[in-house]
Structure formats: C-alpha cells, structure tokens
C-alpha cells in the first residue's frame, strides 16, 4: 500500500499534514503526539519582523466552528530560526514554513531566508488571512498581484512553493491559474472565511478585532468545492483543508481534487486526529482494495 | 502533559449552580502541581468543538477533581454527566503558584467564586498554614469553607450582599489584613479579573509579592493558537504571553494592567 505524495519535489510519507496557525511551531503538540508519523509539520505564519497580534478577544466559538482573529503574532525570521528551528530541523518530517509579507519584497526576502536556511520542507505562501490590515487577503484576491507575490517568491527560492488561497473571491480557477503559471508548485485550498459572531448581552462583537476567520466543520462543504474548482483549473496538486475531523472528510478532500490535506481547528479540541486520519486513510484503501492513495485524488465521479 | 479518557467517578452539586467532579486519572495525579488546570472535552458536547478548561481543585489517591460553575453550554452538559461516564482530558497544564518554602512567606490566598478551586492544592500543599480571603455575590458563591477549615486554614469571607461573613468585597478583609501586617507575607489570588487588578494593586501599594491565575479564553490550552494571550511589561514595552503556557500563574508585577486597557 503506498500512501505517499509529491508536492512538487517534497515527499510526503502520507497525505496528512496540519494547518498553519492550529500546531504551533511543532514543538508545543511533541508531549501528545508523534510528530515523525505525520505527511509535515505546517508551522504558524511568520514574516520578516516580530509581529505582537491582535488585542483579544481573538477567538469565538460558534455552532461547529470557531472564528479567530489572531492576527499573525509571531516570532519574525531570525527569532524563528534561533526558538523553533533547532526542534524542527531535527525531525524526520519535512516543515512546511507559512511565510507573508506586507509588500512583493517582504515575501521574496522571507523565501530567500528561508532558502538560506537550508533543510526547509517547502515554503507556504499565505497570501489569504482575513485578520491583517495590509499584506495576507489583498494578494490573495486579485490575480495581477498574487502572480507578482509567487514569482518573486519564485525567483528567490529552489524550495518547493505552495500558495494558500482565499475564499473570499467569486471564482477560485482564474486566482489558482495565476499563482500555477507564476511558478507555484501546489496550493492550499482554503484559509478561513471572513466572518462575525455578536454577543446579545453586552452588544458587543465577540471578538476585539470585530470580524475573523470561520474554521471547522461549518466551512467543509464550501472548501470542498473550492477544492473541485481549483483541482479542474490546475495540474498542480492540492492540499486541501477546512473542516478535516477524520479520515472520511480527507478522503473526501482527495475525492474533490485534493493530493494531500492539512487538519487544523481539529487539533484544538483533538491533538491526535491526524493520526487517526492517517489510520482511516489506510482502512479505506485496504476496504476498497486501492493500492495507492494518490489513486484517490479527483476520483469523485461526476 | 497527558492526554486521556478518563472516567467519571462522581458528579454532584455543591451549593447553587457549582459542581465537584472526580475523575480517575492515575497516571495523571502525579504530576499535578498546585494551580495547573486541565483542558476537559465534554464528550457528549456535540454542538460545541472546544474544550473547556478548568482549575484542578483537589488530588486524591489516583483521582483528581474540579469544582466548576454551570454558566453555559459545556458546563450545563458537563452538570448532568453521571459516575460511569467518560471525558477526555488534557492535564496537568499550565505554569502554576509557587509553593512557600517551608519556614517561608505566610500564604495569604485571595478567591472570588470558582477563584477558591485553584486555591485548594495549595493551601494543602504549603508548609506553613495562612489565611483565605473568600469573596462572591451571595452566600451560595462561597465555597469551600469546610475544605479550608478542615486542613487547619482561617477562612475570612465578604459577600456583596451581606449574607455571609462581612459585607463588602473580598478585597476589604484583605487590605485590613494586610495593614495590620504584611512583613513576611505573600498574596496568591484567582477570581475575576477586576478582583485580580484589584489584588495587584494592593500588593503593589504594600508591596508584598503576589501571584494571580489568569482567567482567559482558550482553545488549544497547550499554547499553538495564541488565543488566551495577556500583555506582560517586557524592557521598556510589554509583550504578549500565553495563559496556557506562561501562565496561568504570573507574577503580579510583571502584568501590564495599563496597556492592557
Ligand atoms: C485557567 C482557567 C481555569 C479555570 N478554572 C475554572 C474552575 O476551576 N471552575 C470553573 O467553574 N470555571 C473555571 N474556568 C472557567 C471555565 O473554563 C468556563 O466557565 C467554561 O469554559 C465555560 O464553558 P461553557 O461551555 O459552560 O460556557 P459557554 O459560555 O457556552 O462557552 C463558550 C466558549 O467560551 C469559553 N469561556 C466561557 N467563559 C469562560 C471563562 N470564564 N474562562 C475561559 N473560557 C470561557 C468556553 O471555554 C467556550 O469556548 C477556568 C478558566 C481558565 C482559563
Ligand atoms: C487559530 C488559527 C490560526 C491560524 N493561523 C494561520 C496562519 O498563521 N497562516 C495561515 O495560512 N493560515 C492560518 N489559519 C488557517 C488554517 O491554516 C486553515 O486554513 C483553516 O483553519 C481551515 O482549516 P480547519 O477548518 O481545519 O481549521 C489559522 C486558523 C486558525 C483556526
Ligand atoms: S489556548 Fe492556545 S495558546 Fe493558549
């Protein structure tokens, strides 16, 4: 039975990674989860400079999901390299790195660091957050712009470059045909839809950032056909997430297009569901006789 | 840090809307430090994703338990489980109170509501015995007496509405206390947050060291999301640091209550 997957040159040993922003720099889930049997480890998004986040309240339960609006607080280049890298380089694991900018140049300069480096799984290019003032979801939603992000990233880089995409756009395939022709090697599919969650006692928005990302189940569906759409535009392959609770739902993914997919708001209330997933994955192959996992992929029939 | 399912091996009321819950957790209870919490998924919660955390009240043997308000969805669900049943969770988390050295500082513990299930370990666990503030709204916000009394604790109480012990808040048993005396004592709190800024200012004002528990809103509760960040002075500025991991104990000093307006 063969469960890995390529991602332009990255091999994953299965089709399962985590979503950025959910796991921490990797180290935080060590105590409760064997990091060495995921597909890679996606870290939080992390651009240039330090960045302090968002004032709180930063998340909001809501019926099957959540929405947060943490505002890409993080440790900046050097501080992630000199915290969290040493932990990193050393698993059997690839790292995927989120990386994001507020101009073209910021996101190239992070891809050449990163380059640098030397050891980096692949480079995830969000250019989709809906919690930041400047840089994130403007790039991600006009074509001209999201070209000009990828091909900088692509010209500073040999790393493998997967460009996470925005929901918030009328149609994905001409955005998912933009950053395959600039020199993305995959896309992500999808980050969190811009939403907003009101408390009726003291009128106030539940969040201080006033609106935020919606994750989990609640957006699965959508993401689903994100993913169909964005699979019938490109070549390249999909990591797809949005809602991923267990190994029906990735397979589901893999079915609507996706190569691999990336499990997030589910490790907030079950740090082991990537493992399970990885379990699921192989019963279902082995029930239904499939010998290769990437036999999956776009399967859905239409 | 362990993740387990752990069983319930009893669920009953306390005074009002608060519930002691035990749980079996023998390779858990070891670890335990005074004022870690755990991080409780309420299984048969099936319209809520999160887990919720709670302050770990009191160890027993291979049990641990919680004493916790029903205030919503997760803990009205929580408040009808019986013995038998299961729960996951994540424990112990948290940077918790430093336990007195013996023949150190006098503990003076300062609680407000479920405030006082942080509180129990401890008390238990200092050398020397102090004094336990207790503050709420009513008389049926008042728990624990019995817990404190029993292990040799004086407990002073203040309601808002007078019904039990002084009338007032906490903080003015407190202050009084701390007037008469604070050479060689130290102030350990957990409440709301206006009594912890209140407790900081005391301790400030006096200058008598104190440790607060943070309440915030958490999602991961092992520190990945940055959700349940509080500003705390770093050189000349503050930064944020997380109530999961940094906390939910922190040195009252080092909290930026000014910026966190
Ligand atoms: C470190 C720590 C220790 C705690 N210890 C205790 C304890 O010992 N006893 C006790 O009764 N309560 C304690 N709490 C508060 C407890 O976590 C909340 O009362 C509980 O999460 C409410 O859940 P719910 O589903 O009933 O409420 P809902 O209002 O339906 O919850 C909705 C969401 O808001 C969150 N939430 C609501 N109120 C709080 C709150 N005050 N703090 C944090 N999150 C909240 C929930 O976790 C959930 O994600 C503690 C909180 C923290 C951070
Ligand atoms: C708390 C939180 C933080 C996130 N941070 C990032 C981030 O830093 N970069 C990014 O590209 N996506 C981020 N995301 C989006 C996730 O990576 C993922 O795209 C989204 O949550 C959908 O998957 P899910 O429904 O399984 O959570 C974050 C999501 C959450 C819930
Ligand atoms: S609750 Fe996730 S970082 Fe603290």
Redesign the interface.
Known sequence: MNLSVKIGKLTMQNPVTVAS????YGA??A??IDLNQLGAVTV?GIRLNPV??NP??????V????L?A?GL?GPGVDGFIKKYWPFLRELKVPTIINIWGTTVEEYAEVARRFDALGGVGALELNVSCPNIKEGGAQFGTDPKLLAQVVAACRAATTLPLITKMSPNVPSIAPLAKAAEDAGSDALAVTNSFPAMAIDIETRRPKLANLTGGLT??AIKPIAIKLVWEAAKAVKIPIIGMGGIQNAADAIEFMMAGATAVAVG????????TSLFIIAGIRDYMARKQIVDVREVTSSVRV | MLEQTVTIVSNERDTDQYFRLVVRAPQITPLIQPGQFAHVRILPLKDALLRRPFSIFQVAGDTFSILYKNVGKGTEVLSRMRAGEELSVIAPLGHGFTVPAAGGETPLLVAGGYGMAAMFLLAQRSPQTGIVFVGGRRRVDILCEKDFAAIGWEVRVATEDGSHGEKGLVTQPLLAELKRSAVGRKLFACGPTPMLEAVGKIAEDIAVACELSMDEHMCCGVGTCLTCVIKVKAGDGWEYQRTCTEGPVFDSRSIAWEVAK
């Open positions: 922003g959910t796991f921490g935080e889930y105590r409760l939080k302090p986040g709180t309240p930063r998340t909001a339960e019926t099957s999901g959540m947060n943490i607080q989990g189940p708001t589910a490790n907030f209330y079950e740090p082991q």
